[in-house]
């Protein structure tokens, strides 16, 4: 999903830098060494790109995980690494808490004269997609994000060669990708404010009936561009993403509560049962009270 370009910045002596919020995305400081800290203003509670990489790690909170066209939920302990211009976004249930660590190093930086870091070279290739980290890797890097937020100067860039080093060597039960292809936008993007707008309408009234000419009108775009942009830049088709984003309100609900299936598609914007039950089943390979019954015992992902 295209979305706002941050520009980020770098203070005066640091070619990196590391990030800590405590009530969430939006309030965010930018640590410079132990002790010292600058507040920014964060860009993560909305659809928006960096050419900056970034190794992202929740310690508190939950929500839904938006990263290219991949919708998943998120807790407390997710690791994730976004790639340069990989449009992301965390839509938070409530406070979260976390620690990121931001670099920039295209082709052609000093970074890659080093001879070693051509080891490097795959593993931020195969971050266009995203990727998710797990496991005893997932514990590595959430220890190695907390002890780079508490150094500075020559030990904090070796803690961050630490960190690629433990994802470039990660094994792969411990990481999956998670957008289905990479994506790459100008530095003007003339329709990123409008879709964003679209997703923002659409994550806040999908329990309700979505209808595409009010889309079309909080956003100025005839249909055919719309239909055109919001499909290249989320990887779905405006049905597709609605359908997604109801079907992980309900996989949340059959999991929290007890209340009959019925009820909870009907609540999560569902108006066709039959079709409800169609698409869940393909999509989770399961029915509705199976899902319930083993989400129970641990967490589901679509077509596991």
């Known amino acids: 999903m295209r979305g706002r370009r941050e520009q980020i910045h770098l203070l005066g002596g640091q070619s990196f830098r ?14 410079l060494a132990p002790g010292s800290a600058v507040r920014l203003k964060g860009e993560g509670d909305h659809w928006h790109y960096h050419p900056a990489m970034e190794l992202a790690c929740f310690t508190a ?26 449009p992301h976004y965390w839509h938070a249930r409530g406070p979260t808490a976390g620690l990121a660590a931001q670099w920039h190093f295209p082709h052609g930086h000093p970074f890659w004269s080093f001879p070693e870091t051509a080891a490097l070279a795959g593993l931020f290739k195969n971050a266009a997609r995203g990727l998710r980290y797990t496991g005893p890797t997932a514990a590595t890097l959430g220890g190695g994000l907390q002890a780079l937020a508490q150094s500075g100067g020559p030990d904090r860039l070796g803690q961050l060669l630490h960190l690629f080093a433990v994802m470039a060597a990660a094994p792969a039960r411990d990481v999956a990708a998670l957008s289905s292809r990479a994506f790459s ?26 209808r595409l000419h009010e889309v079309l009108r909080l956003t100025g775009m005839s249909k055919p561009t719309f239909s055109r942009q919001f499909k290249q830049h989320s990887g779905k088709t405006f049905s597709e993403f609605i359908n997604h984003i109801r079907l992980q309100a309900v996989c949340r609900e059959l999991a929290e509560t007890d209340d009959a299936v019925l ?16 698409l869940f089943r393909r999509v989770y390979r399961c029915s509705p009270t199976r899902y319930r019954a083993r989400a129970r ?6 077509g596991s």
């Open 18 to 31: 590391v990030l800590r919020w405590a009530r969430g995305v939006r309030e965010v400081e930018a640590l």
């Open 61 to 86: 909170g939950e929500g839904t995980r938006f990263v290219g066209d991949h919708i998943a939920p998120f807790a407390a302990g997710d690791l994730v690494l976004l790639g340069a211009k990989l």
């Open 185 to 210: 936008f100008p530095t003007a993007a003339a329709h990123q404010q409008a879709i964003g707008a679209a997703v923002r309408h659409l994550l806040a009234n999908f329990r309700d009936i979505i």
């Open 263 to 278: 009820e909870i598609a009907l609540a999560c914007g569902f108006t066709q049962i039959s079709f409800f039950n169609r």
């Open 297 to 302: 015992r641990g967490p589901l992902r679509a």
